[in-house]
């Protein structure tokens, strides 16, 4: 069948939200309790695990294998995913239960695409904890092909799921390769004596922000706008769920490729104090610091009347290294009081 021949349903008609309320003193020992902290941007769980009498406060959701959690709670963050165990979650997660006619492994793949996670942003409510309502989830509209249709497209995206995963972690082996490798070069920037160079003097360093949502054309088709959870810890930076106009873009702060972004402050712990090297220009949240190298390593080739322009446009008039970033980098994650910032380390080109 055609995709142009299959119905569509609101989600209210075709699967429950199954908001089963267990309260506080009745949380059992040991029972797995997942918070938005524990899901990812890509629909895996995340430092799950059992809690003791006492140690949740307030009311909590059932949940179980049968369900998919979508997270209400900025949902920009694209907080969908599908448990394989039984357990109690946050009421900022709404557990769906899919009705015979939808397959849930499906409904977690189309709650997860880019224009659906733009929808539901959209619809949410609230400048500071922007949150989606059970009754606005209910509303969107789901593509309904043939319940087998739903499992072969499920099983599909399963599997592309399942090649980004083993990406990540070749990627993350290349990125032990790499860190091993630039310590035996040039040692442990964190213990390394020897001289060395105050960051604002070798590079700028940049904040991120979040332009107002109370004026939607801030947001739309135009630049990605990064988030702590699209800094994987492999150092790769994946594609953001939500773009920024040319409004919006002028209102942000933008970083260019070749920038390193590291995260300080961000709603899953697990995020502090990764680092992602950008391919591309990007704009970024507050969550994030960008560092702005100067005339630091210039690529093969490059000219060499271009390269010494860039170094006479520096207060100290001669080029960085890749210490002077690293020791950046040691320095964000090394101060806890830091939120989001933008720290140049460019001699002093931004003084001149």
Same mark, same amino acid.
């Given at each position: =069948?055609?995709?142009?021949?299959?119905?569509?349903?609101?989600?209210?008609?075709?699967?429950?939200?199954?908001?089963?309320?267990?309260? +506080?003193?009745?949380?059992?020992?040991? $029972?797995?309790?997942?918070?938005?902290?524990?899901?990812?941007?890509?629909?895996?769980?995340?430092?799950?695990?059992?809690?003791?009498?006492?140690?949740?406060?307030?009311?909590?959701?059932?949940?179980?294998? $049968?369900?998919?959690?979508?997270?209400?709670?900025?949902?920009?963050?694209?907080?969908?995913?599908?448990?394989?165990?039984?357990?109690?979650?946050?009421? !900022?997660?709404?557990?769906?239960?899919?009705?015979?006619?939808? !397959?849930?492994?499906?409904? =977690?793949?189309?709650?997860?695409?880019?224009? =659906?996670?733009?929808?539901?942003?959209?619809?949410?409510?609230?400048?500071?904890?922007?949150?989606?309502?059970?009754?606005?989830?209910?509303?969107?509209?789901?593509?309904?092909?043939?319940?087998?249709?739903?499992?072969?497209?499920?099983?599909?995206?399963?599997?592309?799921?399942?090649?980004?995963?083993?990406?990540?972690?070749?990627?993350?082996?290349? !990125?032990?390769?790499?860190?091993?490798?630039?310590?035996? =070069?040039?040692?442990?920037?964190?213990?390394?004596?020897?001289?060395?160079?105050?960051?604002?003097?070798?590079?700028?360093?940049?904040?991120?922000?979040?332009?107002?949502?109370?004026?939607?054309?801030?947001?739309?088709?135009?630049?990605?706008?990064?988030?702590?959870?699209?800094?994987?810890?492999?150092?790769?930076?994946?594609?953001?769920? $939500?773009?920024?106009?040319?409004?919006?873009?002028?209102?942000?702060?933008?970083?260019? +490729?070749?920038?390193?972004?590291?995260?300080?402050?961000?709603?899953?712990?697990?995020?502090?104090?990764?680092?992602?090297?950008?391919?591309?220009?990007?704009?970024?949240?507050?969550?994030?610091?960008?560092?702005?190298?100067?005339?630091?390593?210039?690529?093969?080739?490059?000219?060499?009347?271009?390269?010494?322009?860039?170094?006479?446009?520096?207060?100290?008039?001669?080029?960085?290294?890749?210490?002077?970033?690293?020791?950046?980098?040691?320095?964000?994650?090394?101060?806890?009081?830091?939120?989001?910032?933008?720290?140049?380390?460019?001699?002093?080109?931004?003084?001149?």
């Amino acid at each position: =069948m055609a995709a142009s021949a299959w119905g569509e349903s609101e989600l209210a008609t075709i699967a429950t939200l199954d908001r089963r309320t267990v309260s +506080a003193g009745e949380i059992e020992r040991g $029972e797995r309790y997942v918070g938005l902290e524990n899901m990812t941007s890509d629909g895996r769980f995340e430092g799950v695990g059992g809690v003791e009498p006492g140690e949740l406060k307030s009311n909590k959701f059932r949940f179980g294998p $049968e369900h998919v959690l979508y997270g209400k709670l900025r949902p920009y963050l694209s907080k969908i995913a599908r448990p394989n165990f039984t357990g109690i979650c946050s009421t !900022d997660i709404l557990p769906i239960r899919p009705g015979p006619e939808l !397959d849930g492994t499906y409904l =977690m793949h189309f709650l997860r695409t880019p224009a =659906m996670v733009r929808h539901a942003t959209t619809r949410a409510t609230g400048i500071n904890l922007p949150r989606l309502s059970p009754k606005e989830l209910q509303r969107f509209v789901i593509p309904l092909p043939p319940i087998e249709e739903q499992r072969r497209i499920a099983t599909v995206l399963d599997a592309a799921d399942s090649l980004r995963a083993k990406r990540r972690q070749a990627l993350a082996k290349l !990125d032990d390769l790499t860190q091993a490798t630039f310590i035996d =070069m040039f040692g442990d920037p964190l213990t390394t004596t020897g001289p060395r160079r105050v960051v604002a003097d070798v590079a700028e360093v940049v904040t991120g922000n979040t332009p107002p949502r109370s004026d939607e054309t801030n947001y739309g088709p135009g630049i990605e706008w990064i988030k702590s959870d699209n800094i994987e810890e492999s150092g790769v930076v994946s594609s953001a769920a $939500e773009n920024l106009s040319a409004k919006g873009e002028a209102k942000g702060r933008v970083a260019p +490729a070749s920038a390193p972004l590291v995260v300080c402050i961000a709603g899953s712990p697990a995020s502090i104090g990764r680092v992602g090297l950008l391919d591309r220009p990007v704009a970024f949240n507050q969550q994030i610091n960008a560092i702005l190298p100067g005339p630091v390593l210039f690529p093969t080739g490059y000219p060499t009347d271009d390269a010494q322009r860039e170094i006479d446009r520096t207060l100290l008039e001669c080029a960085g290294s890749a210490d002077d970033i690293a020791k950046a980098v040691a320095f964000l994650l090394e101060n806890d009081y830091l939120t989001g910032v933008a720290l140049p380390v460019d001699g002093g080109r931004l003084l001149t």
